[in-house]
């Protein structure tokens, strides 16, 4: 694995980096970033993405290998940058907008062009706080005990404030049901970022959503319904991407 690091003679202490920092590897010591080494990388790269003046560095990577150039066409640079945000605003999206994304992401690709898509929208930070405790609970009894020492801590990686849920679920009778809402729920990710609202997949929410009878009562999500994915989404609160970091290239076999 390659590990992360700082370059000092560029830091500028402003803890951007440290934020954006997910498992925190990231921490600001004597005015500067520096590498917490008890800490996993996962190297999601959102510290380079975020850095402002480029000082994170990369073992085996030049400057000018880690640092990408933002690509010209649109479409790509859509997917190049976009990037899981975890910490939100606390004001909720316009409601007409969200449905505008839903919608248009309907024209993604179905197997047999059934659409069966269902989608549960929880809206209200009040509403999204109502989950994390339930989603402990959950974890505790499934072999997640970070969730409750994380919510101990004051952390919240449930749903990393989000003043707003999308639940993807469909009929399990469906041709191909978890591909279906996959494939629109990515396409309404790269639609929200469009109209500026930041996203984050919320793996913990979707487990604990989908293995919860009361949970899914709560939701109102049918017992004959496979929960495909959670998209935290609202306004970023402070996080801003500036930079399109290196990503490990495609595994292709060519025949």
Known sequence: MKRVGVDLTRCVGCGVCVRACPLGVLELSEGHAAVNARRHCMECMHCAAACPVRAITWEGLSPEALY????????VRAVMTRRSTRHFRPDCPDRALLARVLDAAEYAPSSKNEHKNRWTVVLGKDKTDALI???VAWGEANGR???KRQRERGLNMITCGAPCLIIGHIPMTANNPE??????MTTAELLLNRAGLSTCWGGYLKRAIAGTPALRRQLGIPDGDLV?????TGWADGERYVNVPWHRPADISWR
């Open 145 to 147: 005990p970070e969730l």
């Open 133 to 135: 405790d339930p989603v």
């Open 68 to 75: 990408v150039p933002t690509p010209e066409d649109p479409v």
């Open 179 to 184: 591909g279906d809402v996959v494939i629109a």
């Open 228 to 232: 495909a994915g959670v998209l935290m």
